[in-house]
């Protein structure tokens, strides 16, 4: 390596949690001298961050530690996450890791490794232009991590079991990180474990966060992560008066059953879900909601199934993630009786996906014919005649943008007319209207 910087990759999967700590790093390692890649052959150090929240997200977690070690054996490979955070000790010598970093030391990673490895850095690397981290990593959306750790303990989840004990950031730390960010990027995604529990350490609430962002910074686009239902108080809806907070959120219901939910041992019911989003769309001009639904959870029956169907169709959401039920050992659900069969959680999940496509395609054909500024992420085709450019409204709908082949709109807010939805129902077709 000589006298070089040395050039550090990373990667991760899961939650925007793990996102917004993999920029966090990007930024830090930046700043230490060294040089992001988005080339892992070419990295003298790879990080991953791992996730656990299923069998199939730990079994995609081992996969992306090997497939980084043959890509590039010589590289020092680090390790984080709840995958690494969960598994037992010897996986570090299995998988050959140089060093696992503990979710509980995660905010010290950089530290950490740097101490391990020694690694050999250009602090001039640090200030240069054009070494921003997140656009090496080709993001126009900044994952900012404002806490972690969860008090709850639904009896399907895990992720509490990696994360610990809830612990959110100070007030200015967030705020000072967006500032230096202004320049990068047009929006930024607060994000946490336990998004809706911000401040419960610190007597301050997620309310007062979001007020602060907006107050103290001049971030064109303001996102929320993931929020527990039960966690929006009152106040929080008049936040949206401010155009600069996206009017879309992501509530997690997981299931449409009360029974279910109870079972889940989560803290909302649906009746309470229903008049909550009837007031939010009465209150703020194309709000969206999306979720995540559990499939299959120990004990669902036929008519629970049929309740959540219901539920769904009551509600209508924009989008859903949809999860199988997989145990975790150590969670209280994994010990529940009557587990549901494979081949049901199948037809289950089947059946929801496509519930979940007409909603979708019914809610984009509802927003055709509008006007809105998207912020374009970047390219998604070449067509005969142009390039086609993709991009968000603020309410959280994906537009696909037609433009002639020399015009970039790369990283750029711009006007759309909405105009019919594509062929696959999974976005809007848009016109510039500058």
Not at 48 to 74: D, F, G, H, W, Y
Not at 254 to 276: I, N
Not at 405 to 430: F, H
Request: include cysteine; glycine fraction near 6%.
């Amino acid at each position: 390596m000589g006298t070089m910087s040395a050039a550090v990759h990373l990667q991760t999967l899961g939650c925007r949690l793990n996102e917004a700590e993999l920029e966090t790093w990007a930024r830090e390692f930046h700043a230490r001298g060294m040089i992001v890649t988005p080339d892992v052959t070419t990295a003298d150090l790879v990080v991953v961050n791992t996730c656990a929240v299923t069998q199939e997200a730990v079994r995609k977690s081992r996969n992306l530690i090997r497939r980084a070690q043959r890509q590039n054996p010589q590289a020092k490979l680090v390790v984080s996450g709840c995958y690494s955070s969960l598994a037992e000790p010897q996986m570090a010598a299995e998988l050959g890791i140089d060093l696992v970093v503990n979710n509980q030391d995660k905010e010290k990673l950089v530290d950490l490794t740097q101490e391990a490895f020694a690694l050999p850095v250009m602090p001039q690397a640090a200030t240069e232009p054009g070494h921003s981290s997140l656009l090496a990593r080709g993001r126009h959306r900044a994952f900012i991590k404002v806490q972690d750790g969860c008090r709850y303990r639904c009896t399907y989840c895990v992720v509490t079991l990696a994360r610990g004990a809830e612990r959110s950031r100070p007030l200015a730390e967030i705020v000072a990180e967006i500032r230096a960010l202004s320049t990068e990027v047009h929006e930024v995604v607060l994000t946490g474990v336990h998004l809706g529990g911000y401040g419960h350490d610190l007597g301050l609430t997620l309310t007062e966060l979001v007020q602060a962002v907006l107050n103290e910074t001049d971030m064109p686009r303001i996102r929320l992560g993931s929020v527990e239902p039960w966690d929006i108080p009152p106040d929080f809806w008049q936040l949206f008066d401010n155009p600069r907070l996206m009017p879309h959120l992501h509530l997690p219901m997981q299931s449409g059953a009360d029974s279910v939910l109870q079972r889940m041992a989560r803290r909302c019911k649906t009746a309470t879900f229903a008049e909550m989003i009837a007031r939010a769309r009465e209150q703020i001009a194309d709000f969206t909601v999306t979720t995540d639904i559990i499939v299959g959870f120990p004990g669902e029956t036929e008519a629970e199934w049929q309740q959540t169907l219901a539920f769904i169709e009551q509600i209508r959401f924009a989008h859903i993630h949809i999860f199988s039920y997989s145990a975790r050992a150590g969670t209280r659900a994994a010990v529940l009786p009557s587990p549901i069969s494979r081949a049901s959680k199948r037809e289950r999940s089947t059946q929801l996906h496509q519930i979940a496509a007409e909603h979708r395609r019914m809610i984009l054909q509802q927003h055709t014919r509008c006007d809105y500024p998207v912020l374009i992420e970047g390219q998604c085709a070449q067509t005969a005649n142009g390039l086609e450019w993709q991009g968000y409204t603020p309410n959280y709908l994906r537009v696909r943008v037609h433009t002639a082949p020399d015009i970039s709109l790369a990283n750029q807010i711009v006007p759309v007319q909405t105009r019919q939805v594509t062929t696959d129902g999974e976005a809007l077709l848009a016109d510039l209207t500058n």
